[in-house]
C-alpha cells in the first residue's frame, strides 16, 4: 500500500515535531505515573481512574504513530501571499449556489494538522478542494458530495 505525502508548511511541521517530542517524552512518562498510581488503588476491573488513563494513553500512542507517519512522509509547501488561485494552505470563501441570503462559508485548503480555528478544512484530495485549485475569486465550479453534484462560487480568498 502506498503511503500518502502529507503537504505542510515549515510551522506546521515544526509544531508536529515539538508536539511529537512532548508526547514521547513527557507524555509518555506521565501518563506512566498516572497509571502506576491508579494501579495502586486497588482492584483494576472495578478502577475507573485506571480505565479512563489507559484510555487516555491509547489515545496519546495513536497520536504518537499518526504525527510519526507525517514527519516520515511529508512534502513541504510554501504559501503564495500574492497568489491570486487557490492553492495549499489558501483560506477560501464560497457561497453555494441557492444560497444567496446566507453568508459565505470558509474552508482552509490543506492538511487538517494546518487548519486555523473556527475553519473548516478542506483537503486538496478531497472532492471540494481539487474542484477549487488553481481557481480565483469569481470562479463558479461543480463537485460532487453525497447529496450531489453542489456548486459554488468563490467569493473571497486569502
Known sequence: MAVEMQRITKETLTKLKDEFEQLTTVGRVEIARVIETARL????????????????????????????????????????????????????????????DSDAQEFFIGSIEEKPVGILVASPSSPLGAALLGKSVGDTVSYDAPSGTLQVTITGLR
Open 41 to 100: 488503588l486497588g482492584d483494576l476491573s472495578e478502577n475507573g481512574d485506571y480505565h479512563a488513563a489507559k484510555d487516555y494513553q491509547g489515545k496519546m500512542e495513536s497520536r504518537i504513530r499518526q504525527i510519526d507517519q507525517i514527519l516520515r512522509n511529508h512534502e513541504i509547501v510554501e504559501k503564495d501571499e500574492t497568489s491570486k488561485v487557490v492553492d495549499h494552505a489558501s483560506i477560501v470563501s464560497v457561497l453555494y449556489d441557492g444560497d444567496a
